[in-house]
Nanobody, 125 residues
Framework: VQLVESGGGSGQAGGALRLSCAAS????????MGWFRQAPGQGREAREA??????????TYSDSVKGRFTISRDSATRTLYLQMNNLKPEDTAMYYC?????????????????WGQGTQVTVSS
């Protein structure tokens, strides 16, 4: 199983970016998945949940991104997306997509066992 993120880059505060995560080697089309981020200088244990989506499409967001970010998926192509609008400098981080075995999609990084390599997002003021 492999997850590959793309779409990161630099943006201005108030701008938008769209991240993608392509899954391969995964038999299930719509596993529980999520986006997480790790701020500069922080370790893996400090990864913050951004948004998650369950097998049936139920989404959950952290308070810090609610109303600005949208998680979605295309099950046919096994691609997970994160639309990020109204970016803020504090959104600067390495963004990871992750998947897990199970039914729920909790906002807790330890619940996820499959991770991508990450894509950097940098927002300037």
């Amino acid at each position: 199983v492999q997850l590959v993120e793309s779409g990161g880059g630099s943006g201005q505060a108030g701008g938008a970016l769209r991240l993608s995560c392509a899954a391969s080697g995964y038999a299930e089309r719509s596993p529980p998945m999520g986006w997480f981020r790790q701020a500069p200088g922080q370790g893996r244990e400090a990864r913050e949940a951004v948004a998650t989506i369950t097998r049936n499409g139920t989404t959950t967001y952290s308070d810090s991104v609610k109303g600005r970010f949208t998680i979605s998926r295309d099950s046919a192509t096994r691609t997970l997306y994160l639309q990020m609008n109204n970016l803020k400098p504090e959104d600067t981080a390495m963004y990871y997509c992750a998947a897990r075995i199970g039914d729920s999609a909790p906002l807790w990084h330890r619940a996820y066992t499959i991770w991508g390599q990450g894509t950097q997002v940098t927002v300037s003021s």
